[in-house]
């Protein structure tokens, strides 16, 4: 476990097997030196459980990061639930993965993900206190994670190609899910062009018909001459194969764990390709659940995820500034706030 090469000193992983509701799942905490860990819950038919053990890792790494850059109490955590959650999802399993967080006394804050929704939660509630969604202005649907990408990516656009709006801007987005298929409309009424792909045939009619986006192939959207790459599906689709085939002048997304390794933020960078952090441009999710304890309805909400556009443009001048790339920034800057929180708690512990 401690030399998986996933695993970036995460202070707390739990295994756990129900043989009654049948539920297998791993919750990985990374680190919670600002604070308790928050972190969605995926439910996902993996492969195998190195699979599973994988992706939990880079995950709740990435949620430490996307509380950390957005100055929030949050530290970062994730959970995944081996299965399929058309086939496998039951109550008692859902009840049962409540009483795992419930466990961890509030180590670990549950949320939502790909494969579980708010429905899914209001189950876990009936175990636990410790998760997201829980007020009932919480429940309605509201395009956080889309509404900040949208906003990292205008301000991306303004710093690369000094456009003051998107009307006419090329953006091409891949996967048309919870994230693509928002930010498509959102781009959209701000009269963007958009070129998607997806595998669901349904949503690539919707994408057609009603945001009129020209619909490629998944393997010919990297090719795309276009000014903005939105990847929204799944990670590690930036890589040796996909970045020497992209014509885009910035990747701006929605997916996590964009980059299959660092040296893929170096080689955009090499071809002058300007990269949002992923962990930057899609934390909405955080930022929404933050926002249940001050102010929950919409209007609020998407007004404090606008602050991701404001991180973003202010990270981009400073990077440039100091002939860095946005990730080595934005990553630079983390360490250094949860080293410092982390130094904070030690000392007062001392005391």
């Known amino acids: 476990m401690f030399s998986h090469p996933e695993f970036d000193s995460h202070e707390t992983i739990v295994f756990s097997r129900d043989a009654v509701s049948k539920l297998t799942a791993i919750i990985a905490v990374h680190n919670t030196a600002l604070g308790p860990g928050f972190g969605g819950c995926r439910m996902w038919p993996y492969e195998d459980e190195e699979a599973a053990l994988r992706d939990v890792l880079r995950l709740s790494r990435g949620m430490t990061y996307k509380a950390a850059i957005c100055e929030l109490p949050y530290g970062g955590a994730k959970s995944v639930i081996i299965g399929d959650s058309e086939t496998d999802k039951t109550p008692a399993a859902l009840r049962a993965m409540g009483r795992l967080v419930e466990g961890l006394n509030g180590l670990y804050i549950i949320a939502d993900d790909v494969g579980t929704n708010l429905d899914d939660l ?18 309605q649907p509201l395009a956080v994670t889309a509404h900040g990408v949208s906003k990292a990516l205008e301000a991306a656009a303004a710093f690369v190609l000094g456009r003051s709006d998107l009307a006419g801007l090329k953006v091409a987005v891949q996967g048309l899910g ?28 919707i994408a057609r018909r009603e945001i009129g986006a020209t619909v490629v192939p998944p393997g010919e959207i990297y090719g795309r001459g276009v000014d903005v790459f939105a990847p929204c599906a799944f990670g590690a689709i930036l890589n ?35 990269y949002v952090p992923d962990y930057l441009a899609n934390a909405g999710g955080v930022i929404d659940f933050h926002m249940e304890h001050i102010d929950d309805t919409p209007d609020a909400v998407l007004r404090a995820v606008d602050r991701i556009g404001e991180i973003t443009a202010e990270m981009l001048v400073r990077a440039k500034t100091n002939a860095e790339t946005p990730l080595r920034l934005t990553d630079r800057l983390v360490r250094q706030r949860l080293d410092d929180a982390g130094a904070a708690r030690l000392s007062s512990k001392a005391d």
Do not use: F, W
Request: with cysteine; proline share 5%; hydrophobic share 40%.
């Open 240 to 274: 040796d194969e996909t970045i020497p085939r992209l014509k885009a002048k910035i990747v701006c997304g929605g997916a996590n764990n964009q980059l299959l390794g660092p040296e893929h933020d170096r080689a955009l960078a090499e071809r002058g390709i300007v």
């Open 178 to 205: 919870n994230v693509g298929m928002p930010l498509c409309r959102i781009l959209h009424e701000h009269g963007a062009e958009l070129t998607v792909c997806d595998i669901d045939p349904e949503r690539l009619v």
């Open 122 to 139: 209001a189950v876990m509630r009936q175990e636990t206190s410790y998760t997201a969604a829980a007020t009932a202005a919480a429940g």
